[in-house]
Nanobody, 114 residues
Framework: QVQLVESGGGLVQPGGSLRLSCAASGDIFSISTLGWYRQVPGKQRELVAGITSSGTTNYADSVKGRFTISRDNTKNTVTLQMNDLKPEDTAVYYC????????WGQGTQVTVSS
């Protein structure tokens, strides 16, 4: 069983930065694809950024050039550095781990507002 625990959300002004972290338990972290998703009320959860076990990354068009995903297999953590935040980035952000099945964290709120 895998458990994912996110941290780092909060309130930030437009143009500011936040760093989200996700700590994972279990022994399949290094061979798993990891991702950050976000969801706002009334909308489907969407992929923000993903990183494969080999380190290949992909990003939603809306965050390219502003967000960076990275992983540390020695610490079982995945982070999302978010810069130049915009009000439309406001959402609950979820960490995701996918191997043969997928697991989700509990979510962390990010609010971008002046």
């Amino acid at each position: 069983q895998v458990q994912l625990v996110e941290s780092g959300g909060g309130l930030v002004q437009p143009g500011g930065s936040l760093r989200l972290s996700c700590a994972a338990s279990g022994d399949i972290f290094s061979i798993s694809t990891l991702g950050w998703y976000r969801q706002v009320p009334g909308k489907q959860r969407e992929l923000v950024a993903g990183i494969t076990s080999s380190g290949t990354t992909n990003y939603a068009d809306s965050v390219k050039g502003r967000f960076t995903i990275s992983r540390d297999n020695t610490k079982n953590t995945v982070t999302l550095q978010m810069n130049d935040l915009k009000p439309e980035d406001t959402a609950v952000y979820y960490c995701n781990l996918r191997q043969q099945i997928q697991f989700w964290g509990q979510g962390t709120q990010v609010t971008v507002s002046s």
